[in-house]
């Protein structure tokens, strides 16, 4: 399993890119995609998601994505 901890500025910024990975369609998750919205934190700017993939993403789509290095300091993860 890949956990990528996503920051946009909006929702549909994350929409936009998780489409551009091909990841989204329509509006439904990929097979083997799995995410979890959490929105904006108090104190912090940005729109935030944790995504979950049972595959290994290209390198294309980890760009696309901008990268999957964790925050020093999640809000939340995956059990």
């Known amino acids: 399993m890949i956990d990528i ?3 946009t ?5 994350l ?4 489409v551009a990975a091909n ?4 509006d439904l998750l990929a097979e083997g995609v799995f995410l979890d ?3 904006e934190i108090e ?16 390198e294309k789509q980890i760009a696309t994505l901008g ?5 020093a300091t999640p809000h939340r993860v995956w059990a």
Request: net charge positive; no cysteine; aromatic share 8%.
């Open 23 to 26: 990841m989204m369609a329509d």
């Open 5 to 7: 901890y996503l920051k």
């Open 67 to 71: 990268g999957i290095t964790p925050p």
């Open 15 to 18: 929409v936009k890119k998780l």
């Open 37 to 39: 919205e959490i929105g």
């Open 43 to 58: 104190g912090v700017t940005g729109y935030h998601a944790n995504l979950r993939l049972t595959f290994e993403p290209s």
């Open 9 to 13: 500025t909006t929702r549909a910024a």
